[in-house]
C-alpha cells in the first residue's frame, strides 16, 4: 500500500509539473476564446502550416488560425508599415533569425516568456524573450556520388581551394548566410581574403538551391559549396546520386517565430506561439523532414557532435552590406 501511494504521489507529482509546462493560464485560454483566430505572417513550407493550423484548431476548437504567406524580404517592410498605419493585422511573425533580430530592435516585438521556451538551448532563443528558433537549417556541401569519391572530399573549409576543385564548384548566388558565417568563422579579414581565393577557383554561381541540388544530381556541377541538409537529403532518399558532407563547424541558421507588440489577438497569438514550440508542434516540423530547434528532439539525418556554428541575428542590420561584398568578390551571378 505504501508502495502506491509513493508511485501515486509520484505521477500527481509529474502531471502536475507537466501540466505546468504545457497548459496555458485560464486567463490565456478565456482572453482566447474572445478573440476567435490568429493571424501570422511568414515564408515556408504551405504543406506544413496547414498540418500546424489544423492540429492548432484541433487543440483549441474555439480558435482559427490564418496564415498569410509572405516571404522574409517583404514580411518587414509590411509589417513595419502596417504598424506605422496603426493597421495591426498579424498576431505572429516567421521569418529567418537575421530579419528577426530587426523586428526587435525596431520595438515591433512583444516580449513572452512561453512557458515551452525552459526546452531551447539558449543559442536558440532571444535571452529577452522577444523570438524563438522554431526549427534549423543546417549548412552543408552537396556532391554527386558518381564523380566525387567519399575519401576525396574536402575536410576543411581550406581543402576547397585545392587546385582539384577548379571548375568543379557551384554555389548559390544569394548564399549570404554561408558567406557571412564563414568570415566570422574565419575573421573578418581573413575570411575575405579567402573568400576571393575560393572565387579563383570559378565558382559557379546559380539561382535557387532546388535548381542547384538538381545540377549536381545530374552530374553538371561535381560539388556545391552550400545546400541544406535536409533538402539533399531528400533528393538522397528518392535515389538520386547526392550526398551530403559537413565542413565543421558547420554553419546553422534558424526560422523564428515572434508576436507582434500590437498583437489585435495576443491570448490566441502566446497560445499558438506555445503550440509551435511544444513537443507536438515541434514534432510537426520533423514529420515534414524539417530539423527542430527544440532540445531532446533530433533529426535522424543529422550525425551527433558536429560541431556548429550558430548564426548570430544580430548581424541582420547589416544585410546590405554583406550582400554587396558577396557580388564584389563572387560577380552578380546568372542575369
Do not use: C
Not at 576547397?160 to 568563422?185: H, R, S
Not at 548581424?315 to 546568372?334: A, M, R, S
Request: proline content about 5%; aromatic content about 12%.
Amino acid at each position: 500500500m505504501r508502495k502506491f501511494a509513493i508511485t501515486l504521489l509520484a505521477f500527481a507529482g509529474f502531471w502536475l509539473t507537466a501540466s505546468l509546462v504545457l497548459a496555458a493560464s485560464p486567463e490565456i485560454i478565456e482572453g482566447a476564446k474572445k478573440e476567435g483566430e490568429v493571424v501570422w505572417y511568414g515564408g515556408g513550407s504551405s504543406e506544413i502550416d496547414e498540418i500546424l493550423g489544423k492540429n492548432f484548431s484541433k487543440k483549441y476548437p474555439f480558435l482559427q488560425a490564418k496564415k498569410f504567406r509572405i516571404q522574409s524580404q517583404r514580411l518587414l517592410i509590411r509589417f513595419e508599415a502596417e504598424s506605422k498605419a496603426g493597421k495591426h493585422v498579424t498576431d505572429i511573425v516567421r521569418t529567418t533569425d537575421w530579419y528577426i533580430d530587426i523586428f526587435k530592435k525596431k520595438g515591433l516585438l512583444l516580449k513572452y516568456e512561453s512557458p515551452e521556451r525552459k526546452f531551447f538551448p539558449n543559442e536558440l532563443k532571444d535571452p529577452d524573450g522577444h523570438y524563438t528558433a522554431l526549427y534549423k537549417f543546417l549548412h552543408a556541401l552537396a556532391y554527386n556520388t558518381k564523380l566525387v569519391r567519399k575519401q576525396d572530399l574536402p575536410r576543411s573549409y581550406d581543402d576547397l581551394l585545392d587546385p582539384k576543385w577548379k571548375d568543379n564548384l557551384g554555389v548559390e548566388d544569394a548564399a549570404y548566410v554561408w558567406f557571412v558565417n564563414l568570415l566570422k568563422i574565419k575573421g573578418e579579414a581573413q575570411g575575405i581574403e579567402y573568400m576571393k581565393k575560393l572565387a579563383r577557383q570559378n565558382v559557379s554561381l546559380r539561382s535557387g538551391t532546388t535548381f542547384l541540388a538538381n545540377l549536381v544530381a545530374t552530374g553538371e556541377i561535381p560539388l556545391v559549396l552550400d545546400l541544406y541538409a535536409y533538402n539533399v537529403e531528400r533528393l538522397k532518399q528518392k535515389g538520386a546520386p547526392i550526398d551530403w558532407h559537413v565542413l565543421e563547424p558547420a554553419i546553422v541558421h534558424t526560422v523564428v517565430g515572434g508576436i507582434s507588440k500590437n498583437a489585435p489577438h495576443p491570448n490566441a497569438a502566446k497560445l499558438f506561439m506555445d503550440y509551435l514550440l511544444s513537443e507536438e508542434g515541434q514534432k510537426a516540423y520533423l514529420s515534414e523532414s524539417l530539423e527542430p530547434a527544440r532540445t531532446g528532439i533530433d533529426a535522424p539525418w543529422v550525425p551527433k557532435g558536429i560541431k556548429l556554428h550558430i548564426n548570430n541575428p544580430e548581424i541582420g542590420d547589416k544585410v546590405g552590406y554583406y550582400q554587396k561584398l558577396f557580388g564584389e568578390i563572387f560577380g552578380p551571378g546568372p542575369g
